[in-house]
């Protein structure tokens, strides 16, 4: 009997991957292990490796298709077999005993909890627990994973997108004269619905005198893959959190002085030329050990201090902007920091980072400063509780004892989540950093 080979769960956070492209010809005689396709996640392209030996019978998909984890994709069996599928594939908990597709980099196994309130529909781990911080009923949202029968993430925030943010007054108002809520504009906080836009809802609308213009559009790019993570990533980071922005100017100069010395005396000997971000780095995770308060993530119940220091490096690729993270960063010294750093730029520039290398962030650094920006406000990389943009350093003209000199300034900006942490903490932790860079010597007690 044919042997079902389907995409298999890349990790924890993974629901639906694009497909890059077949490694193999429909009715090529395969091995057990062989690569035979490439999918692209929202972190990486991975290879495919068959689940079994014999002949492949690929089914109707094709390279920039969306898949859903688990759907099975082709099948391994006799030379005559054709591409068919019995029935969905399994969940991973009721699959242990039989063969998986198999992947370069390991799968986190993820159990499929079953919806208690819809017949044969599977809730995804990440669409379980936003339905849960939401106060969402799963049953009422649409699965549009897996041939409908699996709730994504996604449809549970396309639930919340079209529920109308109303007060309990403007709810009961609309409720007594007919007025639908989902075609009313909120004015309240938020774009919350209040009674007087119910009122102006319920009067006779003119009609409009002019149509509108019709846009002149000459490209369309697919909202898909890396892109549309990142949209749906920032624009709730955007929305959930409270955010504020501290900026802090910093004199550098002595921390430029270091890092030239540093790498003149060990470029060669390292096979790499120590940077700043290498060094500002290893300042930030000092300053997180010492305020773990800013290391720290908030969940529905509680806000809770992380174990590790975890630094996250965000880097421009062709494919969009990935998050390299080095776990312990406090625990590494420079070289090891730099080597761990570069190993994964590599991999994220060229597509092939682990699904391990870019998660578990406990906070996030973003540099602008090689592109002239002097400041700006990063979005919070969720769930953490802040994140820290870097604009350029430049020489300026600054008071420094009795007399104006040029020195090296630098400006900082330390977004934060308040709902974590109040502004006068995150000053102190700003500062601390602050300290760190002007006084260099106090950082190499921690390299």
Do not use: C
Request: net charge negative.
């Amino acid at each position: 009997m044919a042997e079902e080979f389907f995409v298999p769960k890349l990790g924890q956070t993974v629901e639906e991957v694009i497909m890059v492209g077949w490694l193999v010809e429909d009715g090529a005689k395969v091995s057990q292990g062989e690569a035979v396709m490439e999918v692209e996640t929202d972190k990486a392209v991975f290879p495919v490796e068959a689940n079994a030996k014999g002949y492949i019978h690929l089914g109707p998909y094709k390279a920039g298709d969306t898949i859903p984890v688990l759907t099975v994709v082709a099948t391994i069996g006799k030379q005559d077999d054709k591409f068919e599928v019995k029935g969905p594939a399994p969940a991973i908990e009721e699959a242990e005993s039989a063969p998986a597709a198999s992947v370069t980099a390991e799968p986190t196994p993820v159990a499929e909890a079953k919806s208690e309130s819809a017949d044969k529909v599977f809730v995804s781990p990440r669409a379980k627990k936003l339905a849960a911080e939401t106060s969402v009923d799963v049953s009422k949202v649409t699965p549009t994973g897996y041939e409908g029968i699996r709730v994504t993430e996604r449809d549970v925030r396309d639930y919340l997108a079209q529920q109308p943010k109303v007060t309990p007054v403007a709810q009961r108002m609309a409720a007594d004269v007919g007025v639908n809520l989902r075609e009313v504009a909120g004015s309240g906080p938020g774009g919350r619905i209040v009674k007087q836009d119910v009122a102006r809802a319920a009067q006779p609308v003119a009609p409009v005198a002019q149509p509108l213009p019709v846009a002149d559009v000459v490209e369309r790019i697919p909202l898909k893959g890396v892109r549309a993570i990142i949209a749906e990533r920032m624009g709730t980071s955007v929305h959930t959190t409270a955010r504020v922005t501290l900026v802090m100017e910093v004199d550098a100069t002595k921390f430029v002085a270091t890092r030239e010395r540093i790498k003149a005396k060990v470029s060669k000997d390292w096979g790499f030329a120590p940077g700043y971000n290498d060094l500002l780095a290893k300042v930030v995770a000092v300053a997180l050990r010492q305020f773990p308060y800013m290391n720290a993530r908030l969940a529905p119940d509680a806000i809770e201090l992380m174990g590790h220091v975890n630094i996250g490096m965000a880097v421009d690729t062709e494919r969009g902007l990935l998050v390299p993270v080095v776990k312990d960063a406090d625990k590494k010294n420079l070289r090891q920091f730099g080597e761990d750093f570069r190993r994964m730029v590599d991999g994220a520039r060229s597509g092939r980072s682990l699904p391990d290398d870019l998660s578990g962030g406990t906070f996030t650094i973003t540099n602008l400063g090689m592109y002239d920006i002097d400041a700006f406000t990063p979005v919070i990389n969720l769930p953490e509780a802040a994140i820290l943009g870097v604009g350029r350093i430049a020489p300026k003209a600054v008071p420094h004892g009795d007399q104006i000199v040029i020195r090296q300034m630098w400006t900082l900006s330390l977004v934060f989540d308040h709902r974590l942490v109040d502004g006068a903490p995150a000053a102190r932790f700003l500062q601390m950093i602050k300290s760190l860079i002007e006084d260099p010597s106090m950082l190499m007690m921690y390299m």
